[in-house]
Structures are given as C-alpha cells and as structure tokens.
T-cell receptor, first 113, second 113 residues
C-alpha cells in the first residue's frame, strides 16, 4: 500500500522460536492497526488488532506493539508452530481517509520443524 | 450464517470481455469492499460502500464499477477486461467501517487472456 511498509517479505524460523514482523505507516492521524493471516489458498483472517490508545496487546502467543512516535507497529509470535506458517499482512487507514484500509505487501512466514 | 460468499471461484476471460463478480453477505454488515491481490503487492482496495446506495473509489478503481442496491449484495463489474486485471479478487464486509473486523470471502481467481 502507498502508506504502509512491511518487513521482512520472507521470514524463516525454527519451531519454538519467536517471529517478529514490522510495519511502518506515514499518517500520524492513523488510529487502528490490524493484522491478518492468510494461509495458502485461503482468505485473509484477522488475528489481532490494536488501537492508538494502547501500546501493546496480547492474545496467547500473539502480541502487537505500537510506537506512535516512530509510526511503526509490530507483530510478535512466540513459541512458533508449523501451523503459524502463512502470509501475514499489516494494515492501517489510508492517508486522508477514515474509510479505507491500506495493506502492507505481506510477510511469508515459514516455521521449520 | 454463510458469511461472505463470492461467485464464481474461477473465471477465464478474453481481453475486452465484460463480467460481474458477485459478492453477498448475510451478516447485515453496512461496510463492504473489494480488493485485488497480486503477488508481492498485498491487498489493494478497488471500491467500497458504507451502505446501500453509497459507493466510493479506493486505491485502484480504474476499469471497475460497483453498485450497492441492497445491504446484502455488492457486485463488481469489469467493463472491458485487460490482462492487467488478472488477479485474485476478494470481497470483504464489516459491521462498521474499517475499524472493525473485515470478514473476507473465499476469493475469485480471474485470468484474462
């Protein structure tokens, strides 16, 4: 998307290790940051989101952190499992629009057994 | 609930042909949107609607039309197909606007020759 950059594009980790994916955004007024997981041949599904009034949110092995000053947010997956292998997308409101989401280009995560 | 449904699952068109991709949801969601997914480019917003009778352009609207005559349906029309429109198309819906979980359909894979 034009105002969301996502890194890395590919990530391989050993099972049990942690994985971190980072996204940066350009619009300081952005206030909502979701993460979607897309398994091969399937539809994207929301796994976690964060709003700008908090700095961190956790859901079991998944967490998202937000740094509003630096305008970046990150997805953290701990104790990775083979079923975590998928493409992960971050998203943020498109600059100047409160009704459009812009997605990052995606990260292919591979968890090696 | 069937959630978000899309038809067809796969379509082959010749350059210049027109067609309509169907999308329907049974969750009484007000917000609906169309994305295209191309390798390495994430999901890009084509058009969206905040309710029946209201549509607006997204990031990549050229070559596509939409209408929203009912809350349930949001068809996407390709006016004159071009090879550059070869992609996977996802419809999504949410209760509110973008700051709610986006529920994606299963996708339509389109090949334009």
């Amino acid at each position: 998307g034009e105002n969301v950059e996502q890194h890395p594009s590919t990530l391989s980790v050993q099972e049990g290790d942690s994985a971190v994916i980072k996204c940066t955004y350009s619009d300081s007024a952005s206030n909502y940051f979701p993460w979607y997981k897309q398994e091969l041949g399937k539809r994207p599904q929301l796994i976690i989101d964060i709003r700008s009034n908090v700095g961190e949110k956790k859901d079991q092995r998944i967490a998202v952190t937000l740094n509003k000053t630096a305008k970046h947010f990150s997805l953290h997956i701990t104790e990775t499992q083979p079923e975590d292998s998928a493409v992960y997308f971050c998203a943020a409101p498109r600059s100047g629009s409160a009704r459009q989401l812009t997605f990052g280009s995606g990260t292919q995560l591979t968890v090696l057994p | 609930n069937a959630g978000v449904t899309q038809t067809p699952k796969f379509q082959v068109l010749k350059t210049g042909q027109s067609m309509t991709l169907q999308c329907a949801q049974d969750m009484n969601h007000e917000y609906m949107s169309w994305y295209r997914q191309d390798p390495g480019m994430g999901l890009r917003l084509i058009h969206y609607s905040v309710g029946a009778g209201i549509t607006d352009q997204g990031e990549v609207p050229n070559g596509y039309n939409v209408s929203r005559s009912t809350t349930e349906d949001f068809p996407l029309r390709l006016l004159s197909a071009a090879p550059s429109q070869t992609s996977v198309y996802f419809c999504a819906s949410s209760y509110g606007a973008i700051q709610e979980t986006q529920y994606f359909g299963p996708g339509t894979r389109l090949l334009v020759l």
